[in-house]
């Protein structure tokens, strides 16, 4: 069954950090907007799961500010209960700039945001294209949806492949800046332990491996009840083992990383981040691809590898609409 055309003044495509913030930004001053994401939830990379009564952050694990702008809306985040500081240094760390995680979660700063915005989850876009001065989007769930303006927050190669299914014109500069920017794979492992870890606090280690870039304690951390921790692996290793067995890999994982982690492993789950971290970060905040009908690409390859950095886009996005 057809679902109905709609009509919206800006179309925003992704949830993540940039496309919320830019959305809510763009709400506060009455412009109307509509976020769609392939997801069934907000956040993108601000991602959390529940295995067997145990929580874990198994995206971004904590945020860092350094822009004036961005150190206020921490400040915001904190004294409404939806982020608190973590730690300033780790084991063999010199003591450093604080890192804040998310209260309960890393997600629950993307559902603040998400608060009085119009999103449908669950939903991805098909096809973009320009007609009669709008744009029109077709998702896979048969909706068409015209907009004033879009707003493209994907990670820069499936934003590249939107474009391209669209015969969205870019120039020779902005295709040559979009086509060189790669990403990191990152490999995620959740998992649930039979007691505390051996790790010290406050549960955030870099340990000296080459295969493994990071493991948090997740019940040091403050967000689980029993013991649990995320693993991320290298680079490297996610790019070679992204399409193995799941299982397998995690099982690999937990294995090399058993001398820091010391407790047994109950059970665990694996995540596969396709596009982790932007390897170059484009020269500007955001991107104007066309200005009428306005179109901008945005997110964490162009301000920066961080949740700072994907705030920082989001704001600069809707600063060019408003």
Known sequence: MSIPSKHVEI???????????AASTLVSQGREVLVLD???????????????????????????ARNPRFI??????????????????????PTSHARWRGVPNMREIAKQLAANIDIILACRVETLYESGGLWCVETDDARTIEAQ???????????????????????????????????????????????????????????????????????QKGISALPAITLHAAADFSARHFDAPRDQVGEQLIN?????????????????????????VDIEPCMVVKAQPTLVLAG???????????????????????
């Open 11 to 21: 179309l925003i495509i992704g949830a993540g950090l940039a496309g919320l913030s």
């Open 38 to 64: 392939k997801g069934r939830g907000v956040g993108g990379r601000l991602a959390g799961r529940q295995i067997d009564g145990a929580n874990f952050d198994h995206g971004a694990q904590f945020m860092t």
């Open 72 to 93: 206020a809306q921490v400040e915001r985040w904190v004294a409404t209960g939806v982020a608190t500081e973590w730690y300033r240094s780790h084991s063999g760390q």
């Open 149 to 219: 303006e879009v707003l493209l927050t994907a990670p820069v190669p499936q934003s590249l492949a939107l474009l391209n299914s669209g015969n969205i014109a870019l120039t020779v500069a902005q295709r040559k800046r979009l086509q060189q920017i790669d990403y990191d794979a990152c490999i995620a492992v959740m998992a649930l332990l039979d007691g505390p870890s051996h790790m010290p606090p406050p549960g955030a280690l870099v340990p000296d491996h080459p295969d493994i870039n990071w493991i948090s304690d997740n019940q």
């Open 256 to 280: 090399m990383a058993h001398p820091w982690v010391g407790a047994r492993v109950k059970h665990f789950q694996v995540h596969g981040w396709r596009y982790s971290k932007p390897k170059q």
């Open 300 to 322: 964490d390859a162009f301000a920066g590898p961080r949740v700072e950095g994907a705030v920082l886009s989001g704001w600069a996005a809707a600063d060019q609409f408003l």
